[in-house]
């Protein structure tokens, strides 16, 4: 299977800084077959990002998705006050889905 | 609108299996594959299996494999995951989730409310 490293672990950020959100695959990911979700305490993930680089419907464009092989970013432009939750990425390459372990993003 | 309703809360003790539900709505149910996503207490997701509603095949982690089976019912547009010699450390919400697009080429887009398993003695 193929393992995603996400880094780094939390983000502590103000208010309009930029964060920048690191996903690497231990193999490459076919198609760029990667998703990004956002996850909110007590909530389901959200879909932010797909197929790398697109956006879902009604995300933001301050979220953005690139990369691709084995490298992936996800980066938040401006964050605000909401952007506080956990991202996890996930690959869809193989027939065996896995996510990596998240970054937590804390909003000072 | 699409929407996966999952059944309620559950407690089993160790060595027991559990039946969890996901009534799909708002689409043609055979045309999507569905997934079976899991979250330990403070813990990250995990990927546990996929169906596509059409065909009926399944893919499953290969650490579920031999104690997970998804099935479902095109008559009644649901989805069942089944995990059979419960462990305590599988305690954790169950989601399923429906893909973005057919043909298991995209990610989740649709999710449910989640099931809380929970296994104790």
């Known amino acids: 299977e193929i393992v995603l490293t996400q880094s780094p672990g939390t983000l502590s950020l103000s208010p309009g800084e930029r964060a920048t959100l690191s996903c690497r695959a231990s193999?490459?990911?076919?198609?760029?077959?990667l998703a990004w979700y956002q996850q909110k305490p007590g909530q389901a993930p959200r879909l932010l990002i797909d197929?790398?680089?697109s956006r879902a419907t009604g995300i933001p464009d301050r979220f953005s998705g690139s990369g691709s092989g084995s490298d992936f970013t996800l980066t938040i432009s401006r964050l605000e006050p909401e952007d506080s939750a956990v991202y996890y990425c996930?690959?869809?390459?193989?027939?065996?889905?896995?996510f990596g372990q998240g970054t937590k993003v804390e909003i000072k | 609108q699409v929407q996966l309703v999952q059944s309620g809360a559950e407690v089993r003790k160790p060595g027991a299996s559990v039946k969890v539900s996901c009534k799909a709505s708002?689409?043609?149910?055979?045309?999507?594959?569905v997934h079976w996503v899991r979250q330990a207490p403070g813990q990250g997701l995990e990927w546990m299996g996929i169906?596509?509603?059409?065909?009926?095949?399944?893919t499953y982690a290969q650490r579920f494999q031999g104690r997970l089976t998804v099935t479902r019912d095109t008559s009644t547009s649901t989805v069942y995951m089944d995990l059979s010699s419960l462990r305590s450390d599988d305690t954790a919400v169950y989601y399923c989730?429906?893909?973005?697009?057919?043909?298991?080429?995209?990610?989740?887009?649709?999710w449910g409310q989640g099931t809380l398993v929970t296994v104790s003695s």
């Open positions: 197929g790398a680089s």
């Open positions: 169906i596509n509603a059409g065909a009926g095949s399944t």
């Open positions: 193999r490459s990911v076919s198609s760029n077959n």
């Open positions: 708002g689409y043609t149910f055979s045309n999507y594959y």
């Open positions: 989730a429906r893909e973005l697009r057919t043909g298991a080429t995209s990610g989740a887009g649709y």
């Open positions: 996930q690959q869809y390459g193989s027939s065996l889905r896995t």
